[in-house]
T-cell receptor, first 115, second 112 residues
Framework: NAGVTQTPKFQVLKTGQSMTLQCAQDMNHEYMSWYRQDPGMGLRLIHYSVGAGITDQGEVPNGYNVSRSTTEDFPLRLLSAAPSQTSVYFC??????????????FGQGTRLTVV | AQSVTQLGSHVSVSEGALVLLRCNYSSSVPPYLFWYVQYPNQGLQLLLKYTTGATLVKGINGFEAEFKKSETSFHLTKPSAHMSDAAEYFCAVTGGYQKVTFGTGTKLQVIP
């Protein structure tokens, strides 16, 4: 049972480049999300999805796109990388019970540096 | 809206001393509450959770937390700190919005 798998683990981008961070889960969770983690700021929600074909913005969505074509996959796209997007990115998934999330399972993270 | 406040970005305790990490929340509906731990260069993993029922919940590695509705708190405790407890701890809440809000984290240092 792999849980949540994120790739790549490390990435260096030049300003203006684009890339996709991959996230896959094998637990049949409806809910998937992307966070960025910056020192002193905790985890901030970028985008989330409550099921295939349904996505919504979190608190810091600018500069990022997502799609959810299957239950398993939830890729995060950086459209034109900026130094302010240097961060550690985590994908997480969970079940939903009504409007509440159950325990979240996290990937190992992607450490992104934009130069 | 829902939010979480963790008091103290850094906490230091001596090995064998009580660990107390504070978390206060706000939620417009009865919340689910979580504590997660993050070791260096790793993802977050669940320590314990409160959903419904017993307000004192026990988690892994000897940690426990008590849900106090009147105080809107969910503080994390451990009677005796161990060197292996050094990590960053995050409190989180989920309420009526189909998403999870995390606190800013507390780094626990254990002094030998």
């Amino acid at each position: 049972n792999a849980g949540v798998t994120q790739t790549p683990k490390f990435q260096v981008l030049k300003t203006g480049q684009s890339m996709t961070l991959q996230c896959a889960q094998d637990m049949n969770h409806e809910y998937m999300s992307w966070y960025r983690q910056d020192p002193g700021m905790g985890l901030r929600l970028i985008h989330y999805s409550v099921g295939a074909g349904i996505t919504d913005q979190g608190e810091v969505p600018n500069g990022y796109n997502v799609s959810r074509s299957t239950t398993e996959d939830f890729p995060l796209r950086l459209l034109s990388a900026a130094p302010s997007q240097t961060s550690v990115y985590f994908c997480a998934s969970s079940f939903l019970t009504g409007t509440r999330n159950t325990e979240a399972f996290f990937g190992q993270g992607t450490r992104l540096t934009v130069v | 809206a829902q939010s979480v406040t963790q008091l103290g970005s850094h906490v230091s305790v001596s090995e064998g001393a009580l660990v107390l990490l504070r978390c206060n929340y706000s939620s417009s509906v009865p919340p689910y509450l979580f504590w997660y731990v993050q070791y260096p260069n790793q993802g977050l993993q669940l320590l314990l959770k409160y959903t419904t029922g017993a307000t004192l919940v026990k988690g892994i590695n000897g940690f426990e937390a008590e849900f106090k509705k009147s105080e809107t708190s969910f503080h994390l405790t451990k009677p005796s700190a161990h060197m292996s407890d050094a990590a960053e701890y995050f409190c989180a809440v989920t309420g009526g919005y189909q998403k999870v809000t995390f606190g800013t984290g507390t780094k626990l240092q254990v002094i030998p």
